[in-house]
C-alpha cells in the first residue's frame, strides 16, 4: 500500500505539473497519449484503492487554472471536458453505457470533428456579442472579448430569425496550419522561441495583452454546443448546429450517425482525410443527438455522459537508438533525449525524440544501439514507445543516468516520490534564462525592461553568470545589446538599482526555492525577518512555520545548503539588496499568534492577497487544520478543511466576518 501511494502522489505532482504546462504555460512536454496514460494509470490506482481518492485529484479536475492577467468569469453552467479513447472497443462500451441509460433505446449521434483548439464560451445578448470567456478550471474562466473580438470569422451580432435571447455559444478557438507556420517563420527570424503546435499558439495568442496583436494572429473558431440559452427551441444536437450556421456562426461539418457500424466508418475516412483540412485534429466526437436523451443521460463531476471523443492513434515508424543525450531544462530538470537514425515521420524526418525521465529509460529496458518504435501526435517532439527486443544483437549498452549536471557539473537530486532529476545549482547556464525572468518578475524583484529577449542575450554574451551579476552590469555595457539603446539601458539601470530596497519576502520569492510560492516567501520572511536568519533554520523551524509541510522545508534546506547558492545571496548582499522584512507601516499586530486555514473561493480576494493581509498583521496561514488553528475562513464551496474544522471544533468564519478581521 505505501508503494501504490508514493506512486499516486507522483503521479498526482506529474500529471499536474504537465496540466499547467498545457492550459497556462502552452508549453506541453509530452504528447496527448502519453498524458492520457498517466491520468488512466491514476484513475485506475484510485479506483481500486478508494480509500487513496481525493477531490482535489487531476482526476477529478477539468483544465487549468484562470490567468492573473485577466478578470474571471464565471460559467452559469460548467464547461466540462469529454472523455475520451483511442479504442474502437470503448467506442463500442459507451454505446452500449448509452443505451443501458436510455433504457434499451437506440440513439442517433451526431460527429464532428475534434479540433486542437482552446474551449471558449461567447455570450450573445439580443444577438450581441457581450463577453467571451475561456474555459479557465471548468467554473471560472478568463474574460477574453476584446481578443474574440478580433476573430474575423466570428460576428459581433447575429443574423436570421430566431436568434435567442440569451445565447452561450462554447466551441474551438484554433489557428489554421498555413499561419502556424508562417507564425513559427516570423518568431524564428525575430529569433524567439518557436510555437509547439497550432493548439499551443491559439492558446498564447488568446492570451495577449493587446488585441492589436492578436488580431493579426488570424485566429479562427468552430461553435460546437451551448451553455446557457433563452428560450432554447431545438430538440437535436443537429438542429443547434443547422440554426447556429444560419445565425451566421461558424460551424465545422457534422455527420448523423446511426449506427457502430456508421461512426466507425466515419473514424476510418476522417483519419485519413485529417491530412487535407488546413487545421489540427485529433479525433472525432460524438454526441447523442437528441437534447432530451443528453438531458437523461446526465454528466459525472468532469464530463457529460452522452459524449465521446474517439482519438486517432498516433503515427508510428521504426528506428535504431543511436546515442542517448541528456538536456537540462529552464527549471533544472534533467531530461534525456534520444538520438536516432534518421528516419521519415508524419512529414518530417525525425532524428531525435523525448524519453521523458530516468524511469521511463527504465520502464523500456532501452539500451543504445537498440532497434526503437517511435510515434509522433500532432508537432509535440516524437517519443520512443517500445523496444524491439527480438532485434537485439548483443552489442547494446545500458545508460546510466548521470550523477552530476552536464551543464555545470553542480550536484543532482532525485527527490523522494519524484521521477525527474534536478540540477540544484541556481547559478546553472542551462536554468539562468528562466531564473533571470523570475527574479525580475513583478511579484518578486520587479525588475521592468527585463524580458526574455533582454534575459537571453546577458546570458549568452556572458554579462550575467547569475542573478546577482545583475546589480553589477553598466549602463554601458547594456546600451550595446540588440534593440537597445543609451536611454532604455538607463531605465534599466534605474530599475535593477531600486529593486534592491525590495523586502525580503520578494527576494526570498525571486530566489526561485522550489515549491516556494509568493504565500511561503511571506512567512518565511515574517517568521525569521532576516536571510541570515532563515538560512540558519532548521528543516523543523521551518516546517512549523505556518504549516508548510515537510516538502517545503526540504526544499528551502537545500537551498541553503548549496556553497554556490550562498555565494549568489553574499554577492546580492555585497551589492546593497535588503537582505530584511521591514515592519509593515500602519499595520497592527493584531492576529500575532494566530493562525488561520484558507478554503473554497473568496468572493473579495484571491488566495494570496488574503493570506497576504493575515500575515502583514502578524498572523501565519495553514495548509492544514488542526487544534492549532485558530479560525478557517471559509469561501464559496469549501473542501474538505471545513468538514475538519467542524470535526475539531475549530471556530469558521464567512468572508464578511474575515472583512471585519482584517479590517
Known amino acids: 500500500m505505501k508503494s501504490v501511494l508514493s506512486r499516486i502522489k507522483a503521479l498526482r505532482r506529474d500529471i499536474e505539473r504537465h496540466n499547467r504546462l498545457y492550459y497556462e504555460k502552452h508549453k506541453p512536454e509530452v504528447s496527448d497519449q502519453a498524458f492520457d496514460r498517466l491520468l488512466k494509470e491514476l484513475e485506475t490506482l484510485e479506483r481500486e484503492n478508494p480509500k487513496l481518492a481525493r477531490v482535489d485529484s487531476p482526476t477529478q479536475k477539468v483544465g487549468g487554472a484562470p490567468a492573473r492577467e485577466f478578470t474571471a468569469v464565471e460559467h452559469k453552467i460548467p464547461m466540462l471536458s469529454i472523455d475520451n479513447t483511442y479504442s474502437k472497443e470503448e467506442m463500442q462500451a459507451f454505446d452500449e453505457r448509452v443505451r443501458k441509460g436510455l433504457a434499451g433505446h437506440a440513439p442517433e449521434y451526431v460527429m464532428e470533428p475534434k479540433v486542437d483548439g482552446v474551449s471558449l464560451s461567447i455570450l450573445y445578448e439580443k444577438g450581441v456579442l457581450v463577453c467571451a470567456a475561456t474555459r479557465g478550471d471548468g467554473r471560472f474562466g478568463d474574460d477574453v472579448t476584446a481578443n474574440v473580438r478580433t476573430i474575423a470569422c466570428l460576428p459581433q451580432s447575429l443574423k436570421g430569425p430566431g436568434v435567442p435571447g440569451l445565447l452561450e455559444v462554447r466551441g474551438e478557438v484554433y489557428l489554421g496550419l498555413k499561419n502556424f507556420q508562417a507564425l513559427n517563420r516570423q518568431r524564428a527570424a525575430e529569433g524567439e522561441e518557436l510555437f509547439v503546435n497550432p493548439r499551443n499558439a491559439a492558446a498564447g495568442s488568446l492570451k495577449l495583452l493587446d488585441p492589436v496583436l492578436v488580431a493579426k494572429r488570424g485566429l479562427r473558431f468552430f461553435a460546437h454546443s451551448l451553455g446557457v440559452c433563452e428560450p432554447k427551441t431545438f430538440k437535436t444536437q443537429s438542429e443547434l448546429l443547422d440554426r447556429l450556421e444560419k445565425f451566421s456562426l461558424p460551424v465545422n461539418e457534422r455527420q448523423v450517425c446511426g449506427s457502430l457500424d456508421e461512426m466507425f466508418a466515419a473514424c476510418d475516412r476522417w483519419e485519413k482525410k485529417r491530412a487535407h483540412v488546413d487545421y489540427d485534429i485529433d479525433g472525432l466526437v460524438f454526441k447523442v443527438d437528441r437534447l432530451d436523451q443528453q438531458a437523461g443521460l446526465g454528466t459525472t463531476n468532469k464530463s457529460p455522459r452522452w459524449v465521446m471523443a474517439y482519438k486517432f492513434p498516433a503515427q508510428r515508424a521504426m528506428t535504431r537508438l543511436l546515442d542517448i543525450a541528456v538536456q537540462v531544462g529552464r527549471t533544472g530538470v534533467l531530461t534525456p533525449v534520444a538520438n536516432l537514425k534518421p528516419v521519415f515521420l508524419a512529414g518530417t524526418t525525425v532524428s531525435r525524440a523525448t524519453l521523458h525521465n530516468e524511469d521511463e529509460i527504465e520502464r523500456l529496458d532501452l539500451r543504445i544501439g537498440d532497434a526503437v518504435r517511435i510515434e509522433k501526435s500532432g508537432e509535440i517532439i516524437p517519443q520512443v514507445v517500445e523496444v524491439l527486443k527480438e532485434k537485439r544483437t548483443g552489442k547494446e549498452k545500458r545508460f546510466v543516468f548521470p550523477k552530476h549536471c552536464p551543464v555545470c557539473g553542480g550536484e543532482v537530486r532525485r527527490e523522494e516520490g519524484e521521477v525527474a532529476r534536478r540540477c540544484l545549482n541556481a547559478s546553472c547556464p542551462a536554468q539562468l534564462v528562466a531564473k533571470l525572468l523570475h527574479f525580475a518578475s513583478r ?61 525580503l519576502s520578494r527576494l526570498v520569492y525571486g530566489l526561485g526555492i522550489r515549491h516556494v510560492g509568493t504565500n511561503s516567501a511571506q512567512l518565511l520572511a515574517q517568521q525569521f525577518g532576516s536571510m541570515k536568519a532563515l538560512g540558519r533554520a532548521k528543516r523543523e523551524d521551518i516546517e512549523g512555520v505556518g504549516g508548510l509541510g515537510e516538502v517545503i522545508s526540504e526544499s528551502v534546506a537545500d537551498f541553503f545548503s548549496s556553497r554556490p547558492n550562498t555565494r549568489i545571496l553574499e554577492k546580492l548582499e555585497k551589492a546593497g539588496v535588503r537582505m530584511t522584512e521591514p515592519k509593515r507601516a500602519g499595520v497592527s499586530d493584531e492576529l500575532a499568534g494566530k493562525q488561520y486555514v484558507l478554503t473554497g473561493i473568496l468572493e473579495g480576494f484571491s488566495r494570496e492577497e488574503a493570506s497576504r493581509l493575515i500575515v502583514e498583521r502578524g498572523g501565519k496561514v495553514s495548509s492544514s487544520v488542526s487544534k492549532k488553528t485558530t479560525a478557517v475562513v471559509a469561501g464559496l464551496e469549501p473542501g474538505s478543511k471545513l468538514d475538519a474544522a467542524k470535526k475539531l471544533g475549530v471556530k469558521v468564519m464567512d468572508e464578511r466576518e474575515f472583512k471585519e478581521l482584517i479590517g
Not at 529577449?453 to 546577458?458: C, I, M, S
Not at 550595446?480 to 531605465?491: D, H, P, Q, T, V
Request: aromatic residues 4%.
Open 443 to 503: 511579484k518578486a524583484m520587479d525588475i521592468e525592461g527585463l524580458g526574455e529577449a533582454v534575459a537571453e542575450q546577458l546570458v549568452e554574451k556572458g554579462l550575467i553568470k547569475d542573478f546577482a551579476d545583475l546589480y553589477a552590469l553598466k549602463a554601458e555595457a547594456l546600451a550595446e545589446l540588440e534593440r537597445f539603446g543609451e536611454k532604455s539601458a538607463e531605465n534599466l539601470c534605474r530599475q535593477i538599482e531600486s529593486s534592491k530596497e525590495k523586502p
